[in-house]
């Protein structure tokens, strides 16, 4: 980041998910990370299949770990679509189609064994890509693309192969997605 951009902020939120303010994001991660607002996305290929990343190895946050397709945070005042449109652009060069939220309440904690917490409410989204991915290789290391159905059976019998939030959100997806 160049001394011209500014940093990424995120959106804080109070115990209701009232939005109260926004942070940095690069200092909004530690052992007692605030409540905000994120979101998570399942690309699918038009075929049935769902692209799964790892995450790249410099990430903050459960670096080299296999998650769902991206995740990331709004702007402050970003329509969480259009943050998800962005974040796509950004991470995967993807532009997507069909972008539909599908759990919109989830929201998770967890500690990294680093003891950095993720503490999100973080709606989910379904999308379509448009092409296929050429990653950032700040955000992502790894990718491919899976049947829905292996995924999901992933979820089920080794949920700790996966980030925290894509196991829990996996068994929600399935009954919203079929197996």
Same mark, same amino acid.
């Given at each position: 980041?160049?001394?011209?951009?500014?940093?990424?902020?995120?959106?804080?939120?109070?115990?209701h998910r009232?939005?109260?303010?926004?942070?940095?994001?690069?200092?909004?991660?530690?052992?007692?990370?605030?409540?905000?607002?994120?979101?998570?996305?399942?690309?699918?290929?038009?075929?049935?299949?769902?692209?799964?990343?790892?995450?790249?190895?410099?990430?903050?946050?459960?670096?080299?770990?296999?998650?769902?397709?991206?995740?990331?945070?709004?702007?402050?005042?970003?329509?969480?679509?259009?943050?998800?449109?962005?974040?796509?652009?950004?991470?995967?060069?993807?532009?997507?189609?069909?972008?539909?939220?599908?759990?919109?309440?989830?929201?998770? $904690? =967890? &500690? %990294?064994p680093d003891?950095? #917490?993720? *503490?999100?409410?973080?709606? @989910?989204? $379904? =999308? &379509? %890509?448009?092409?296929?991915? #050429?990653? *950032?290789?700040?955000?992502? @290391?790894?990718?491919?693309? %899976?049947?829905?159905?292996?995924?999901?059976?992933?979820?089920?019998?080794?949920?700790?192969?996966?980030?925290?939030?894509?196991?829990e959100q996996?068994?929600?997806?399935?009954?919203?997605?079929?197996?």
């Open positions: 980041m160049s001394a011209a951009t500014p940093p990424e902020r995120v959106v804080l939120l109070d115990e009232r939005p109260v303010g926004t942070a940095d994001k690069r200092t909004v991660h530690h052992a007692h990370t605030p409540l905000h607002l994120a979101f998570s996305c399942y690309v699918f290929d038009g075929r049935g299949n769902v692209l799964v990343t790892r995450r790249a190895l410099a990430k903050r946050t459960w670096p080299g770990v296999w998650t769902n397709s991206f995740c990331g945070h709004p702007a402050p005042g970003e329509e969480l679509a259009d943050a998800v449109r962005r974040r796509a652009g950004h991470e995967l060069g993807l532009d997507l189609v069909d972008v539909e939220l599908v759990l919109p309440d989830f929201a998770y $904690r =967890a &500690t %990294a003891g950095t #917490v993720e *503490n999100e409410v973080c709606p @989910v989204f $379904r =999308a &379509t %890509a448009a092409g296929e991915p #050429v990653p *950032n290789p700040d955000e992502v @290391v790894e990718w491919r693309w %899976a049947p829905w159905s292996e995924l999901a059976e992933l979820g089920r019998v080794a949920p700790w192969a996966i980030s925290p939030w894509a196991a996996l068994p929600l997806l399935a009954e919203v997605f079929g197996d």
